[in-house]
């Protein structure tokens, strides 16, 4: 079997873009010769040693990413050779060719180059199955995001307020302000020099944020409380301010708060809550948003493949905004 190039994690900060064994497409998978591939802080935990990925997933690093269809595996239908793609991976993504289900493969949106599709799978999945499918944000609610400036955040803004609802932003510079504001977000909190709570309560004459769409954990759970409004709902979806804190139940019972943690990345394929089902509602709700222009994707930063360890770096100091993309081939 032929290898193929793909980066190999040795450490965080040495990621080697070298030969390992092939690919080839199971039973129901697509076989996608990658374009570009998205960086996610799980791939940052993931060379760390930190984020094991999933049972029977590529040990590869990378959770998105765009190409073209190389191959079908038995049983598929709906996707042939040479089809522009883009794809949701629990693993893989960082190499020359991944294997992925067919129900996590999507078409690229309409307006959207190939390279710049990798940057949506991994948000519009995280940002939907959060927001609309868990959260069921409202036209006229007041939805919270923490890291607004993140590709999480930048695609979330332009999601919520698409569906009619007003958006409360946190970040830590002003530029990065001024793009969630650009992006439709009008409630805007720098967060080392302001209480996000008082900034919300005074958005909203006291009521708090209906949604509130969190990627810290602990460091900010009890404000986070705080900041909802009655039958207020919280998805957590990070934890980059720890993993445990104190719960105050009397808060949560008072306002009747539902507080939720969720990831994607473990998911099962198939059933009412796996990949499949995100997939395809975003595909069917949030592609027509990027088709008529009313949500795009905010690309901060491309490195090529071999540079996959600067792109990390450059993800981890937060010296850019939106998604990084590794470009793999042309």
Same mark, same amino acid.
């Given at each position: 079997?032929?290898?193929?190039? /793909?980066? &190999?994690? $040795?450490?965080?900060?040495?990621? !080697?873009?070298?030969?390992?064994?092939?690919? +080839?497409? #199971?039973? @129901?998978?697509?076989?996608?010769?990658?374009?570009?591939?998205?960086?996610?802080?799980?791939?940052?935990?993931?060379?760390?040693?930190?984020?094991?990925?999933?049972?029977?997933?590529?040990?590869?690093?990378?959770?998105?990413?765009?190409?073209?269809? /190389?191959? &079908?595996? $038995?049983?598929?239908?709906?996707? !042939?050779?040479?089809?522009?793609?883009?794809? +949701?991976? #629990?693993? @893989?993504?960082?190499?020359?060719?991944?294997?992925?289900?067919?129900?996590?493969?999507?078409?690229?949106?309409?307006?959207?180059?190939?390279?710049?599709?990798?940057?949506?799978?991994?948000?519009?999945?995280?940002?939907?199955?959060?927001?609309?499918?868990?959260?069921?944000?409202?036209?006229?609610?007041?939805?919270?995001?923490?890291?607004?400036?993140?590709?999480?955040?930048?695609?979330?803004?332009?999601?919520?307020?698409?569906?009619?609802?007003?958006?409360?932003?946190?970040?830590?510079?002003?530029?990065?302000?001024?793009?969630?504001?650009?992006?439709?977000?009008?409630?805007?909190?720098?967060?080392?020099?302001?209480?996000?709570?008082?900034?919300?309560?005074?958005?909203?004459?006291?009521?708090?944020?209906?949604?509130?769409?969190?990627?810290?954990?602990?460091?900010?759970?009890?404000?986070?409380?705080?900041?909802?409004?009655?039958?207020?709902?919280?998805?957590?979806?990070?934890?980059?301010?720890?993993?445990?804190?104190?719960?105050?139940?009397?808060?949560?019972?008072?306002?009747?708060?539902?507080?939720?943690?969720?990831?994607?990345?473990?998911?099962?394929?198939?059933?009412?809550?796996?990949?499949?089902?995100?997939?395809?509602?975003?595909?069917?709700?949030?592609?027509?948003?990027?088709?008529?222009?009313?949500?795009?994707?905010?690309?901060?930063?491309?490195?090529?493949?071999?540079?996959?360890?600067?792109?990390?770096?450059?993800?981890?100091?937060?010296?850019?905004?939106?998604?990084?993309?590794?470009?793999?081939?042309?």
């Amino acid at each position: 079997m032929t290898p193929m190039l /793909a980066i &190999v994690a $040795e450490s965080s900060d040495r990621l !080697t873009w070298r030969e390992v064994p092939d690919v +080839l497409p #199971a039973k @129901g998978e697509v076989l996608i010769r990658v374009n570009a591939a998205g960086v996610n802080r799980a791939d940052l935990l993931q060379a760390a040693g930190n984020y094991p990925p999933p049972p029977g997933a590529s040990n590869i690093l990378g959770l998105e990413v765009s190409g073209v269809v /190389a191959n &079908v595996g $038995e049983g598929v239908t709906g996707w !042939t050779v040479g089809q522009d793609v883009c794809a +949701l991976l #629990a693993g @893989g993504g960082y190499a020359e060719y991944v294997a992925v289900p067919a129900g996590q493969v999507m078409p690229v949106p309409v307006g959207i180059s190939l390279p710049d599709a990798a940057a949506l799978p991994e948000v519009a999945c995280t940002v939907w199955s959060n927001i609309a499918m868990t959260a069921h944000l409202t036209e006229g609610e007041l939805l919270l995001i923490h890291g607004g400036a993140s590709g999480i955040g930048t695609h979330a803004i332009q999601v919520a307020t698409a569906l009619g609802s007003r958006v409360a932003v946190t970040a830590g510079s002003r530029s990065k302000l001024d793009l969630c504001r650009e992006l439709g977000a009008d409630v805007l909190i720098p967060y080392r020099d302001e209480d996000f709570v008082a900034c919300v309560n005074n958005a909203t004459d006291g009521r708090g944020a209906d949604v509130i769409l969190d990627i810290m954990g602990a460091a900010y759970l009890d404000r986070n409380l705080d900041a909802l409004a009655p039958d207020g709902r919280m998805t957590i979806i990070g934890m980059q301010g720890g993993i445990k804190a104190e719960f105050n139940i009397a808060k949560a019972v008072a306002k009747r708060l539902h507080v939720i943690g969720t990831s994607l990345r473990g998911r099962p394929v198939e059933g009412p809550h796996g990949k499949k089902a995100i997939v395809e509602a975003v595909v069917a709700s949030v592609w027509p948003m990027i088709a008529d222009g009313r949500v795009r994707p905010i690309i901060g930063a491309r490195f090529p493949i071999a540079e996959a360890a600067e792109a990390h770096r450059v993800l981890a100091a937060g010296e850019t905004f939106g998604k990084v993309l590794l470009t793999v081939s042309e």
